[in-house]
């Protein structure tokens, strides 16, 4: 790999190096970290001060734009409607793009229950859109061992989980000509190289910096010390050999929730000092629990999200029930005042999975006027969920073992060199 | 595994929990760590003192009787001079040995330098006079990730001596059928069970219980601090299901130098809780420089020891210049007062390479008698390490990377069940 290439992506070291150390938030700010989303405001978590913090950029409406210019196709409404709302490099993929040059994708899942809700999907649902738009190939870590040594897991069970998560992540329609699901658990021990690529990055980070970042302790066990370089491995296409046929130079783009980015703020610092490109990263704002915005789902609170084996039923009857209305009081004061989508956890859901531009738009007027009653947005959205996750558990219901294994043998994949 | 097994093994467990928070010595006492031994005292480190403070027992006659009486062949003599002074549960080891149950020697090498010294090969000698007396099957670890993060190697460069070391340590005669040779950045790559069982030790160990018994620091890299646990991981023969037909509850014995006692003093305090047995140990004491007991031996000091490459010359220029003598400081003083064999190196050196016991003895009383001179007393040494020398470097030559490959590979090894 040469130098060039790593200058290439340019980026504030400085500002990037600052936010890690800053990542543990005081009493004042929003506490984002991989296992804690803790708003101090009821309207959720400030984005804005977010992309200060992390030094991270704005997703605006250029780059919007220029997402659309360069592959001629429009952009997903998680991008227009600013659910991927931060990133770092994005430009330099797009020139790879624009370039004829390939790049990948790497995403992940912690497997730590059977069923995933509604807020797991996103990524999901947003990095197919980006293996169908811009035909790239998609490498999706399952981080059985994170969920084995945070979680009250067994290694097997959490090796399960993983193999059962797969079929979720598989129903969302991923090219199998194009993607590799893998559990760290197994991959550890098929490729070499991603032990390698552990060990260079474990050389490169201290316990001080893993302190600052993650917000580890001198009483946390030395596997979650040692767990960061693992999520940090698969940024570098040489952890990859089989599937990129040993190009070590393949550029990354990794679509998350924003509360992942520590991971990578810590692998962009060690990236230059291994001869690595520093993948480039596309954020996520929080999918929002039912009783509202101000901290992520729990998969453990079966009343906190909609879940991809929830029945028709149960999921009108969550919504209905749980999901924390913006509108009045009563129908008259509804009427009068009308509704608040920002804080509607309902309208919320319909800006993830409703595509319809225009019908949002209609819906969002005659809410904020109070023309339309939360009673209706509800019903709108449980046609929808319902619709989602019904044909989510058609598509996982064919997803045989055999299926899972294909996806899961490191091999290597079609893409454009 | 059952927990009746696990309780088999008798062991102070409060003692050896003290000592674990006891390694790092304060100015008053030995320091004994895998990277530091420092004596105090110019007689070098106080054994008996250790073996209180690691909360291991002696290795006294009775039980050298007993190995004797057990196996029916004569002790080493490595372990009949008290050379091999230490142990933890090498009772529990007879037992299974004269019940005729099995059990795996697991012994490891830090490859970093090309040029091995006599030091490094205490640990192999012994241990293949275990392999041949108790017929029993062996695993070897290269520890070459250890090495790149620990010295200024890259990757490729500690895994190139991996396969370099390997070859003298196969030149010492270990049986193929028998004998597996692993490197970690190799083995982690081919056997999911090894990153499992590196998994579930670092579960159990904290940062604080590192930082007592290694010397960590904050501003360790997490490289230096996820360690330990691969350096145990080998202890529990479900870390080798190709090896050991799947059997999760072989007993293991571990010969080594007494420095490397932190590690197995960890892995036996997680062992009971993972339901598996604790491993069995015998240590060494330290092979001495050139220049004195003081400290142990550095492969990056040419002077300070015999390396396996030394031609005849070199040997013998070394013994007679380097030496640290304990004989008179002129032929009259030494005539008249004697030697002193307690420091005397070369005598030393005799105690570990001379397998004639009388003769041995014989020079004892001579040379502390002051009838025999230092430069016979060197020259005596000087042949016998040269014959070593020569005869390691004939067979290693013959070592192919083809037979490296062979021992270097998971498979079944021969073994009594």
Same mark, same amino acid.
């Given at each position: ?145 994170? $969920?084995?040594?945070?979680? !009250?897991? %067994? ?11 797969? *079929?979720?992540? +598989? ?124 901290? $992520?789902?729990?998969?453990? !609170?079966? %009343? ?11 999921? *009108?009857?969550? +919504? ?98």
């Amino acid at each position: 790999m040469s130098n060039t290439k790593t200058e290439r992506m340019p980026v504030a070291d400085e500002l990037e190096q600052k936010a890690s150390e800053m990542t543990v938030g005081n009493g004042e700010e929003d506490i984002v970290d991989p296992w804690n989303v803790t708003s101090a405001s009821a309207k959720g978590v400030d984005y804005d001060k977010l992309i200060k913090r992390f030094g991270s950029s704005k997703i605006d409406d250029k780059l919007v734009e220029r997402i659309e210019r360069v592959t001629g196709k429009p952009a997903h409404h998680l991008l227009r409607r600013g659910i991927f709302f931060s990133h770092r490099d994005l430009h330099f993929i797009l020139d790879q793009y624009e370039q004829k040059k390939p790049f990948y994708l790497y995403t992940g899942r912690g497997p730590s229950s059977e069923a995933m809700h509604l807020g797991h999907l996103i990524p999901f649902i947003f990095t197919k859109w980006l293996q169908d738009t811009f035909d790239v190939p998609l490498v999706v870590q399952m981080t059985d061992d994170e $969920k084995f040594l945070w979680k !009250d897991l %067994t290694v097997d069970e959490a090796n399960r989980l993983a193999h059962e998560n797969a *079929k979720d992540i +598989i129903a969302c329609g991923f090219d199998i000509n194009k993607t590799l699901i893998f559990s760290d658990l197994e991959y550890m021990g098929q490729v070499p190289e991603f032990y390698r690529n552990i060990c260079q990055i474990s050389k490169l980070v201290t316990f001080n910096q893993v302190k600052g970042i993650f917000g580890f302790g001198d009483s946390d066990c030395i596997g979650k010390i040692a767990f960061p370089p693992v999520q940090a491995a698969p940024s570098f296409s040489s952890s990859f050999p089989h599937i990129f046929n040993s190009r070590k130079d393949l550029p990354c783009l990794i679509p998350c929730a924003i509360d992942q980015d520590p991971y990578f703020r810590m692998t962009r610092d060690v990236a230059p000092r291994m001869g690595c490109l520093k993948p480039a990263l596309v954020h996520s704002t929080f999918f929002p629990a039912l009783q509202g915005a101000q901290s $992520k789902m729990s998969a453990s !609170d079966p %009343t906190s999200s909609v879940f991809l084996t929830d029945t028709d039923k149960q999921i *009108k009857n969550k +919504i209905n029930r749980y999901a924390f209305s913006g509108g009045g009081a009563t129908i008259e004061e509804h009427k009068s005042k009308g509704g608040n989508c920002e804080i509607d956890v309902s309208y919320q859901y319909l800006t993830f999975f409703m595509d319809d531009d225009e019908k949002l738009e209609q819906i969002r007027k005659d809410y904020t006027k109070g023309e339309l009653l939360t009673g209706n947005l509800k019903k709108e959205l449980v046609a929808i969920l319902q619709k989602l996750v019904r044909e989510h558990r058609e598509k996982r219901s064919k997803v045989t073992d055999e299926l899972v294994k294909q996806y899961m043998t490191p091999r290597k994949l079609a893409f454009h060199y």
